[in-house]
Structures are given as structure tokens and as C-alpha cells.
């Protein structure tokens, strides 16, 4: 019963974390807008690879997640979006298949406001909502409103530009899981030409599980290529830096402006 309550937990927190939605395959969000009247379309997939040692046996996760993201420019300075996430979470205890559940997730509504601008550095707020759409009792939700903040600076001299973002997220739950969460994070992106952008990215936050003092951290790596002037497609590998963070994913994604 321990190891079903440890794999239900572990499955709530990868459904849709409440994360700054940055420019794939990045974590880490920038400070750019949209722009008045425009849309902004993203397809983000991921399929994580997990192996953890759970009462003397071998717990392994397979999980893949497609996000949607909209996001409308309401003025130059501010946007407006909406994420909807889809998941399957594949666990198996050693030979046994203990967990197998797929369908959508929460919601997660944001907004981001760019309040300061001078000689490329600039400031931004994002703050975001998500509303329990997912079915919290096969782990695809936490079955509670749950809400964030993030900070975000931007850096940029061409052809490299860097971001920082620092956060907080009220995670309500009922599986005893830590309620308040604190992430930070560092993105560096190298414009090679004006198609071809490599990206790297870093960040560490609170543990959600009150058992663990050691925090989930990561690293990715990946590049960003636009086909066209308003289409890209990206491609990261994110490795875990810390026992609690995922082993491994891959992260592909297509963005469209329009």
C-alpha cells in the first residue's frame, strides 16, 4: 500500500506542473509578448524515463505528455493563454504493470505582462491558475485549484540571450504532499544564424514530497530551428541532476505565430 500511495503521488505532480511555459524545449520563459492581435500556437510533447528502488524493488515510469498552449497578445506588454495537457503514465513495479492511466490533466490559465524595458534587459510577471480537469483519483490532477507566480529577467546582446526566472506555486493537495514550492531557474539561448538557435537550460525546486530534503533538479539541452519566419520546431534532452528529478526525457515541440 506504501508503494501504490508513493506511485499515485509521484503521478499527480508530472500531470501539468504549474511551470512559466517558456519557449520549447526550454522550462525557463522569457520576457517576449506576443504583440497586439496575435496568437501564438504550441505543441510541446515529452516521454520521461524514470527508475527508482522502492521496498527492495524496481519501480520503473514511463510517462508521455503533449501539451497544447494558445497564448493572445492583448497588447504589446501583455499576453493572455490557456495550456491543455494530455498524459499516459505507464509504472511498473518489477514485472507488474501497477499503474496505467491516460487522459487529459488540469488546465492551466496564465498571463504575462513585461513591465520593464531598457538596453535589452527587461522584467516580467507571469502568474498562473490551474483548474482541476483531470481525473485527480487515477492521478491525472490534483482535484484542487492550485496558483503560481513566476518573476522572469531577460538579458539579450546578439547573438546570446539569457533568462532567469524565480517562482512560487501553492500546490493544494490531500496526499500530504509539501504545499508551498519554490522553483528557480537559468536559460541561456546562442542564435547561430537566423534559423538555428541552441538553448541551454538549468533550475532546482522545493521537493514535494515531505519525506525528502534533497530538491529535483535538471539540465536540458537542445536547439530551436525555424522552417519559417513564423514556424519553429525545437528538440531538447533533459537529464535529472538529483535523485528526485526524472532519470531522463526528450522533449520535441512545434511552435506556430499567427
Given at each position: 500500500m506504501k508503494v501504490v500511495k508513493r506511485l499515485i503521488a509521484v503521478c499527480a505532480a508530472l500531470m501539468l506542473p504549474l511551470t512559466a511555459w517558456a519557449a520549447l524545449p526550454l522550462i525557463t520563459d522569457d520576457t517576449s509578448t506576443q504583440g497586439t492581435g496575435?496568437?501564438?500556437?504550441?505543441?510541446?510533447?515529452?516521454?520521461?524515463?524514470?527508475?527508482?528502488?522502492?521496498?527492495?524493488?524496481?519501480?520503473?515510469?514511463?510517462?508521455?505528455?503533449?501539451?497544447?498552449?494558445?497564448t493572445y497578445g492583448i497588447t504589446d506588454h501583455a499576453d493572455i493563454m490557456i495550456g491543455l495537457p494530455y498524459q499516459w503514465v505507464i509504472v511498473k513495479t518489477g514485472d507488474v504493470t501497477t499503474t496505467d492511466v491516460s487522459g487529459k490533466s488540469d488546465t492551466v490559465f496564465g498571463a504575462l505582462w513585461r513591465f520593464f524595458e531598457k538596453e535589452g534587459t527587461s522584467v516580467a510577471v507571469k502568474p498562473l491558475v490551474?483548474?482541476?480537469?483531470?481525473?485527480?483519483?487515477k492521478g491525472l490532477g490534483s482535484g484542487k485549484i492550485d496558483y503560481g507566480t513566476f518573476f522572469i529577467a531577460s538579458k539579450e546582446s546578439d547573438p546570446w540571450a539569457v533568462h532567469l526566472n524565480f517562482g512560487y506555486v501553492r500546490n493544494e493537495n490531500d496526499i500530504g504532499e509539501r504545499k508551498d514550492i519554490w522553483r528557480a531557474s537559468l536559460a541561456t539561448v546562442y542564435r547561430v544564424n537566423r534559423k538555428l538557435a541552441l538553448c541551454a537550460d538549468t533550475g532546482i525546486e522545493t521537493n514535494r514530497d515531505k519525506t525528502s530534503e534533497v530538491e529535483p533538479?535538471?539540465?536540458?539541452?537542445?536547439?530551436?530551428?525555424?522552417?519559417?519566419?513564423?514556424?519553429?520546431i525545437s528538440f531538447g534532452v533533459k537529464a535529472g541532476l538529483t535523485k528526485p528529478e526524472t532519470d531522463?526525457?526528450?522533449?520535441?515541440?512545434v511552435t506556430y505565430r499567427f
Open positions: 496575435k496568437f501564438q500556437f504550441e505543441a510541446g510533447g515529452e516521454y520521461d524515463r524514470d527508475m527508482e528502488s522502492v521496498g527492495g524493488l524496481a519501480v520503473r515510469e514511463t510517462d508521455y505528455t503533449l501539451t497544447s498552449i494558445l490551474s483548474v482541476p480537469t483531470g481525473n485527480d483519483k533538479a535538471y539540465l536540458i539541452g537542445g536547439a530551436i530551428y525555424s522552417l519559417q519566419e513564423k514556424l519553429d531522463w526525457s526528450l522533449r520535441p515541440g
